[in-house]
């Protein structure tokens, strides 16, 4: 019965503090259809007067926000796919090829995870810019396509897979690439699955990066957009919150499809050594 007790008091804690991180969506959607007048009403009102949903036509009229968002999805998904793929295949080298300094390279590519993003923001600029990639897709894809934390993670996973599988294939006739693409694969799906969502996530909603090396109108994606808006819009916050709505919703809309795959890819993750 004490077990059920705390048990109800730790859910109403979690449900507490879930509505309370979930509430600033809610008002940010409820926003999206306020006028001017109720986004500055005193006290501020949760439900506008009149629903305007004329809000999301205004904000595709003030800035060319579908090109950015065509933008957005191009790059982030493009990115996601390469860097996966990068990825999948510098976790195999290193969790089950057998090379000399394997580990000591290993190590030393586990130390860029301490550099923070500005060390290399200059050097990564001036081969872009060398290399003639400036207002580019390949200019916003490339250069984020080597991602420490991808292959980290996907290295743990890998080598959690037993030996015997792999001396099984081995015996049947598999190479590497066949143990890798009909073996090894197959089974990491929810960590790579994971990868693929962190990876879209952070392209999603990188700015720095496409600040730097993006002039063109045309080629800019959603986040500059917005910061755009935001000086096209002034205080025009219904606008705002509108803008934002279409940005994160197919965030999360992937995010709650893959919740599952998610979770389960973090679980069966160890990060051993």
């Given at each position: 019965?004490?077990?059920?007790?705390?048990?109800?008091?730790?859910?109403?804690?979690?449900?507490?503090?879930?509505?309370?991180?979930?509430?600033?969506?809610?008002?940010?959607?409820?926003?999206?259809?306020?006028?001017?007048?109720?986004?500055?009403?005193?006290?501020?009102?949760?439900?506008?007067?009149?629903?305007?949903?004329?809000?999301?036509?205004?904000?595709?009229?003030?800035?060319?926000?579908?090109?950015?968002?065509?933008?957005?999805?191009?790059?982030?998904?493009?990115?996601?796919?390469?860097?996966?793929?990068?990825?999948?295949?510098?976790?195999?080298?290193?969790?089950?090829?057998q090379f000399p300094g394997k580990n000591i390279l290993f190590m030393m590519y586990l130390g860029t995870l301490i550099m923070p993003l500005q060390v290399t923001l200059?050097?990564?600029?001036?081969?872009?810019?060398?290399?003639?990639?400036?207002?580019?897709?390949?200019?916003?894809?490339?250069?984020?396509?080597?991602?420490?934390?991808?292959?980290?993670?996907?290295?743990?996973?890998?080598?959690?897979?037993?030996?015997?599988?792999?001396?099984?294939?081995?015996?049947?006739?598999?190479?590497?690439?066949?143990?890798?693409?009909?073996?090894?694969?197959?089974?990491?799906?929810?960590?790579?699955?994971?990868?693929?969502?962190?990876?879209?996530?952070?392209?999603?909603?990188?700015?720095?990066?496409?600040?730097?090396?993006?002039?063109?109108?045309?080629?800019?994606?959603?986040?500059?957009?917005?910061?755009?808006?935001?000086?096209?819009?002034?205080?025009?916050?219904?606008?705002?919150?509108?803008?934002?709505?279409?940005?994160?919703?197919?965030?999360?809309?992937?995010?709650?499809?893959?919740?599952?795959?998610?979770?389960?890819?973090?679980?069966?993750?160890?990060?051993?050594?």
């Amino acid at each position: 019965m004490k077990e059920n007790s705390s048990k109800f008091y730790i859910y109403i804690i979690l449900i507490f503090f879930g509505v309370l991180m979930f509430f600033p969506f809610v008002w940010m959607f409820i926003s999206s259809f306020k006028g001017i007048s109720d986004i500055y009403t005193y006290p501020p009102r949760i439900f506008p007067k009149k629903w305007i949903f004329t809000n999301y036509k205004e904000v595709l009229n003030m800035i060319p926000f579908l090109r950015y968002y065509i933008n957005s999805i191009f790059v982030a998904t493009s990115s996601t796919f390469l860097q996966v793929l990068v990825s999948v295949l510098a976790a195999f080298a290193f969790s089950r090829l057998q090379f000399p300094g394997k580990n000591i390279l290993f190590m030393m590519y586990l130390g860029t995870l301490i550099m923070p993003l500005q060390v290399t923001l200059i050097p990564k600029f001036l081969i872009v810019a060398n290399l003639k990639w400036l207002d580019s897709y390949q200019g916003l894809i490339v250069p984020v396509l080597f991602n420490t934390f991808s292959i980290f993670f996907l290295r743990q996973f890998f080598s959690t897979i037993p030996k015997e599988l792999e001396d099984a294939a081995k015996i049947d006739g598999c190479g590497h690439f066949t143990f890798l693409f009909k073996i090894v694969i197959p089974l990491s799906k929810p960590a790579i699955g994971t990868i693929a969502l962190f990876s879209f996530l952070m392209e999603w909603r990188s700015y720095i990066w496409p600040l730097i090396i993006i002039n063109k109108d045309e080629m800019r994606t959603l986040p500059i957009g917005l910061k755009y808006l935001i000086s096209e819009g002034g205080g025009e916050y219904h606008l705002l919150m509108a803008a934002a709505v279409m940005t994160i919703a197919p965030v999360l809309i992937i995010f709650f499809l893959s919740e599952k795959q998610f979770i389960k890819g973090i679980t069966l993750t160890g990060l051993k050594g």
